[in-house]
């Protein structure tokens, strides 16, 4: 069974900067997408970027410009550089990944997340 596990979450003041972690582990497989998500009290999750493991990223007009997603040399690793924080940037983010497998029978997506790092931005 695939586990994520995030790290690096945290207090920090507006305009700060934060780096998140996510190491996946029980697979020998390269993940397909590893992606941050982020859930707001009262508000539903939302994807923050996604980065393939060719390296091609997407981000959320929300922090395009303010954040970088990249892999790790490590297999299976993502980080979150997240920079000029703003207190709408507080919520609980998520390190979700994706493995993708094709047969004979089709194509199938497998979907795994972390428990959630909080990122509280406040003076």
């Known amino acids: 069974q695939i586990q994520l596990v995030e790290s690096g979450g945290g207090l920090v003041q507006p305009g700060g900067s934060l780096r998140l972690s996510c190491a996946a582990s029980?697979?020998?497989?390269?993940?397909?997408?590893m992606a941050w998500y982020r859930q707001a009290p009262g508000k539903q999750r939302e994807l923050v970027a996604s980065i393939t493991s060719g390296g091609s990223a997407n981000y959320a007009t929300t922090i395009e410009g303010r954040s970088t997603i990249s892999r790790g040399n490590a297999k299976n690793t993502v980080y979150l550089q997240m920079n000029s924080l703003k207190p709408e940037d507080t919520a609980v983010y998520f390190c979700?990944?994706?493995?993708?497998?094709?047969?004979?029978?089709?194509?199938?997506?497998?979907?795994?997340w972390g428990q959630g790092t909080q990122v509280t931005v406040s003076s």
């Open positions: 029980g697979t020998i497989f390269t993940l397909d997408v």
């Open positions: 979700n990944a994706v493995r993708v497998t094709t047969s004979p029978e089709g194509r199938r997506e497998y979907d795994y």
